[in-house]
């Protein structure tokens, strides 16, 4: 009963939970919603996100004439449950999809469906990755999967099509092209989703030359020994680990017999990266080998073994990484100008984000899944001119979650119930109301059958503190934000820390609580 009341209190308090009425935005005519999405694009890898790494200027456009947020993480830091939580504004335990293993539900409620029934042109183009066909668009055309970096097959409203060209490109064009001949007198919501910058990071040609001459700064975290952390020590996502072949695109004859590590089950990465490489057309084949054969050649007269190899991989790794992504914000850019040149610009809210964030090197990792900080955050810019001022910044706690409730309250369409998040539309002066979230919930379930065996594990982050709970091993991990950015400090059961890590279980019992997902394992 106590916790009943508990719930019911929580409910009035907090705007998750609240039935939302939403005004009409304040415009002539109905706003478009261009929804651009990444998959695996790091914070870290963004200049307005003050990367020196890399400059994204198409990206920083959006940031520069609209908003940037500081503090926006996922629920679920994985591909496919990201994308789910996106459509649907709920839980993975509520939407059904956990891991990459489940199949999406597309008879359940989602966003593009209410704005389809409002009136609106629903387009989605590029990745899905939800093993089921897209429900609530009236255009969709979808990899396969993950879909290959060159010479994609995609699925267009039930037919297959085999595309050639770079698929960055390639589904640029196609959203153009759905854009261009789509129903002028219609609202549009275009989810305009890349496959880049995922897994195994094939450039375009064009950008080879990126970083060519240069070495690039190894994060000061790349040699952690997870002192402390033991959930951290027995993941299998290191830099060091990588593949050979499909990771580092060397060829057998190169390196002998594989040593990388990092994936799952039955996998086999030479064969998988032979079998990629062979899908290249003769010519993208002789700019391919006139780049990577000089890499070949010096690695085999080199032999790095021990951390030069480690730090041989990461330049391999994060110099193709970053090239992915100079192509993806390229054609961002094409985007950007279809909507200047047909003026569209003004009445379109243009929002960039990513499924979730990615190592680039910090402890000595590549890929997500953790809580920690660089996985549980992603990149969020939004632009939309007389709602949004140029260059705002918020440092205001939102969610994947809020994806949803926010397209529906721009369109001036009802918020239902259901849905957990909140509308970001009061952020959008850069006013942060009183009742807005002080604290977040996260839980990551893919173990032991996904891949990089990171253990399943819940939690909650505030603005200065972050408790992780590994349910399966019984450890608890607690981080200081403040004093300890890195998350190198596990403080957890350290004299002086009983007040705050009282409170943070309790803050996440009711986190629990509030999005019901109260089960038999945790505190």
């Not at 839980?443 to 408790?467: A, C, D, M, N």
């Amino acid at each position: 009963m106590k916790r009943i009341f508990l719930v019911l209190i929580l409910a009035f308090l907090l705007p998750s939970c609240v039935s939302r009425k939403v005004e009409k935005p304040p415009a002539k005519k109905p706003l478009n919603i261009l929804f651009i999405m990444t998959d695996d694009h790091a914070e870290q890898a963004i200049s307005s996100y003050g990367s020196k790494l890399i400059d994204t200027p198409n990206i920083d456009r959006i940031a520069n004439e609209g908003i940037r947020f500081t503090n926006s993480f996922v629920t679920n830091s994985i591909c496919a449950p990201s994308r789910a939580v996106m459509l649907t504004g709920k839980y993975s335990h509520l939407n059904g999809l956990r891991d990459n293993r489940d199949r999406f539900d597309g008879s359940q409620m989602t966003f593009p469906k209410l704005l389809q029934k409002a009136g609106y042109f629903t387009a989605v183009v590029g990745k899905w990755h939800l093993k089921t066909q897209p429900t609530g668009f009236d255009y969709w055309n979808v990899l396969i999967g993950q879909g290959p970096y060159y010479n994609p097959t995609m699925i267009a409203n039930g037919d297959t099509l085999s595309h050639t060209g770079y698929t960055t490109d390639v589904i640029t064009d196609i959203t153009l092209d759905a854009l261009k001949n789509r129903d002028p007198d219609k609202p549009f919501c275009m989810l305009y989703h890349h496959k880049a910058p995922h897994r195994n990071w094939m450039p375009a040609p064009r950008h080879f030359a990126m970083y060519k001459d240069e070495d690039l700064p190894l994060p000061e975290t790349f040699f952690d020994n997870y002192e402390s952390r033991e959930a951290a020590a027995h993941q299998d996502m290191r830099i060091a680990d990588m593949y050979m072949s499909m990771d580092m695109k060397l060829m057998p004859e190169d390196f002998g017999e594989e040593t990388g590590t990092g994936g799952h089950g039955t996998f086999d990465a030479v064969k998988s990266w032979i079998a990629t490489y062979n899908r290249l057309t003769p010519e993208q084949k002789a700019a391919w080998d006139a780049h990577y054969d000089p890499i070949r050649k010096d690695f085999r007269e080199k032999q790095p073994t021990g951390k030069d190899l480690a730090v041989w991989k990461y330049q391999r790794y994060m110099k193709d990484y970053l090239r992915s992504v100079a192509a993806v914000d390229e054609n961002i850019g094409r985007v950007l100008a279809y909507l200047d040149e047909n003026g569209l610009a003004e009445n379109t809210l243009v929002i960039y984000t990513s499924d979730q964030g990615f190592y680039l090197g910090e402890h000595g990792w590549y890929d997500k899944r953790f809580m920690y900080e660089e996985s549980l955050g992603m990149p969020l810019v939004m632009r939309l001119p007389g709602m949004i001022k140029s260059g705002e910044v918020s440092d205001a706690m939102v969610l994947n979650l809020d994806f949803a409730p926010t397209f529906l309250d721009i369109a001036g369409v009802e918020i239902p119930e259901e849905m957990q998040g909140n509308s970001l539309r009061p952020l959008f002066d850069n006013q942060t109301p009183d009742s807005w979230r002080k604290s977040m919930y996260y839980h990551y379930y893919e173990y032991p059958h996904g891949w990089h065996s990171v253990k399943q594990h819940y939690g909650v982050r505030t603005y200065q503190h972050k408790l992780i709970y590994y349910y399966n091993d019984n450890i608890w991990e607690l981080f200081d934000l403040l004093q300890d950015p890195a998350e190198l400090n596990n403080i957890y059961g350290v004299a002086g820390n009983e007040a705050i890590t009282a409170e943070l279980k309790e803050e996440l019992l009711q986190l629990r609580e509030l999005y019901n997902e109260v089960e038999s394992s945790g505190p």
